[in-house]
């Protein structure tokens, strides 16, 4: 039986969503203010009558609303690949919402033939509009960081692109890259005191004195003490002299190989990077959840299956602790984040590139485009050479949404200094 759940659009769903948006982004990720300068709404506005791909980055539960935002900027309606599961919250109640929004259920870590052929017909539409993540899931946790992208989404492109040239050979698709920055609506003093505050509450829980440290080597200090205490726990022998960087890495694959051994899975690629082990694992643990029918699919109770989850969550918090990205560039965008992974590794709270709590801090959201260009740029290539034209439309997008993280990093700076920081915190 398919699991499969297309789009419904409903005119009063659409209309109310429209009308709550904004005070809906406000309340559930403190987003105060969506930033797009004028000329960029301008160029959204002419891509109204187009059939277009959108890409942005997903470092949270936000993007998705915001791509709703965006599309009432040009006038137009969106469709949305939307992981199944999420059909399944609120008892049920959120597919109609949803579906009435234009979205439509995809099942990753399977060959998805039901998603992926509604994904080619809602582009073949003559004003069909596509939202992808080219980042995928699990999300990152860190505006500053895009995941490696998902080579699915240029073979969905070529593909939409090729079901199209069959029924008229002079019409295309526009792709369009943004990225979206998030920046923190606060005083310097306000943060300082919250970031200062919510650092003690961690280290009392942990039991640490902080003595003369600054801010900057609190945070190392909290986290070199998670990683020796995660060390102990899953029996890795370790050294003060050892790289940190080492160190959390053989930690974090540590757990997610736990995980995968506990789930007994056959096609787990034990030398994968920590990413795709952990889209592996958090795929399968998807398909438990729909039961869905694969024979070779573990069989769990509901506690193992909460272990492995927690599991996965733990891994996710290590992978996103990254000593030099915090001691780079000391913003306080990002000893948030790392506050995030304390709060769930230490208070247990969900951290919120996962659907919890969001920003403590209201926030603005900053909107950058590149310019659009049109798949068929790249199909004489793709025709000659199937996987170099792939390669390239990859390429494309990649370029351009490194290029739009790395002009959106003016707008963050340290609020102490960088690499202030002792040999070993």
């Given amino acids: ?29 403190n987003i105060e203010d969506i930033i797009i300068p004028e000329e960029d709404k301008e160029m959204l506005r002419s891509l109204a009558r187009e059939r277009l791909l959108f890409f942005t980055n997903h ?37 109609v919402l949803l579906r009435g929004l234009g979205c439509f259920s995809v099942i990753p870590g399977i060959a ?14 003559p004003k069909g509009k596509l939202v992808l993540f080219p980042e995928g899931e699990p999300m990152c946790g860190e505006n500053d960081v895009l995941m490696p992208f998902q080579p699915g989404i240029v073979r969905l492109s070529m593909s939409a692109y ?14 369009l890259s943004g990225f979206i920055k998030y920046k923190i609506k606060a005083t310097t003093d306000h943060i300082l005191g919250d970031l200062i505050h919510s650092i003690q509450n961690i280290e009392n829980h942990l039991g640490l004195e902080s003595g003369n440290r600054n801010l900057l080597r609190r945070f190392l200090m909290v986290g070199r003490v998670l990683l020796e205490n995660g060390e102990r726990e899953y029996g890795i022998s370790f050294s003060r002299d050892e790289d940190y960087n080492f160190r959390i890495e053989r930690l ?30 958090t795929s399968v643990i998807e398909l438990i959840e729909l039961k869905y029918p ?14 492995i989850k927690r599991d996965c969550v733990r ?8 000593k030099d990205y915090l001691v780079s560039k000391p913003s306080p965008e990002r000893f948030y984040e790392w506050l995030q992974r304390f709060e769930s590794l230490v208070l247990h709270k969900n951290p919120q590139a996962m659907g919890g709590v969001p920003s403590r801090l209201p926030r603005k959201a900053y909107i950058y485009f ?9 199909y004489k290539e793709y025709k000659k050479d199937k996987k170099n034209g792939l390669n390239l439309l990859l390429f494309r997008i990649e370029h351009d949404m490194k290029a739009l993280l790395n002009h959106s990093q003016e707008l963050t700076t340290p609020i102490v200094t960088p690499f202030d920081v002792s040999e070993y915190f």
């Fill in 294 to 307: 694969i024979q070779k699919l573990p069989v769990l109770n509901s506690q193992e299956l909460k272990e």
């Fill in 112 to 125: 998805d033939k039901e998603s992926m052929k509604m994904a080619r017909n809602i582009l073949m539409e």
């Fill in 59 to 95: 470092p949270s539960t936000a993007e998705p609303m915001i791509a709703y935002y965006i599309a009432n900027v040009m006038g137009s309606r969106f469709h949305y690949m939307t992981t199944r599961r999420a059909f399944d919250f609120l008892f049920g109640a959120a597919s």
């Fill in 315 to 322: 891994a996710y918090d290590f992978i996103t602790i990254k």
């Fill in 162 to 175: 090729d079901d199209l040239q069959k029924i008229d050979s002079k019409a295309d698709i526009s792709i």
């Fill in 1 to 29: 039986m398919s699991q499969f759940l297309g789009p419904d659009f409903n005119t009063p769903i659409a209309w109310l969503a429209d009308l709550i948006a904004p005070a809906f982004i406000r309340s559930s990720h």
């Fill in 370 to 378: 590149s310019k659009p260009f049109w798949v068929g740029e790249y």
């Fill in 252 to 281: 974090r694959h540590r757990i997610l190989d736990k995980a995968a051994q506990k789930l007994r899975l056959e096609s787990y690629n034990i030398e994968a990077d920590a990413i795709r082990k952990l889209r592996h694992l």
